[in-house]
């Protein structure tokens, strides 16, 4: 293109250096605007990208908020199941403690009974089944 302005200049062919001129201003101009309509699409990319940063950012923060969360649910829960268990074992306990005692109340009594069997006059007659 160059080349063909400076041969028309040189012969003095102006409508041809004209022509060469105009087409040069076109064929630049045409690559300015690529150039700014590509710049455009860049520029919506990037944007496009940041915004998509951005968003996996709040992802990852509400990510963390939530796994805060869960731990401090997980916490709450051990220690409800912790003070469950330390309320069973304590019922527990006095389930046994209240069978005990029941218990010897029972064997109290039969050794009273089987006493007063023994010093009453009808002795003689055969013990209740289960009882010695």
Do not use: S
């Not at 919506?44 to 940063?53: D, R």
Request: charged share 15%; net charge positive.
């Amino acid at each position: 293109m160059i080349a063909a302005i400076i041969l028309a200049y040189l012969r003095g062919h102006w409508q041809t250096l004209v022509a060469a001129v105009c087409a040069l201003a076109v064929v630049v101009a045409f690559g300015l605007h690529e150039r700014h309509v590509q710049r455009d699409k860049d520029a919506t990319v990037i944007a496009g990208l940041k915004a998509q940063i951005v968003a996996d950012q709040g992802a990852l923060t509400a990510w963390g908020q939530t796994g805060k969360q869960w731990q401090a649910a997980q916490a709450a829960n051990d220690a409800t199941l912790q003070a469950q268990r330390a309320a069973g074992q304590a019922a527990l306990a006095q389930v046994r403690k209240d069978a005990t005692a029941h218990a010897k109340a029972l064997t109290d009594a039969l050794a009273r009974q089987k006493r007063a069997y023994a010093g009453n006059a009808c002795a003689a007659q055969p013990l209740p089944d289960g009882v010695e």
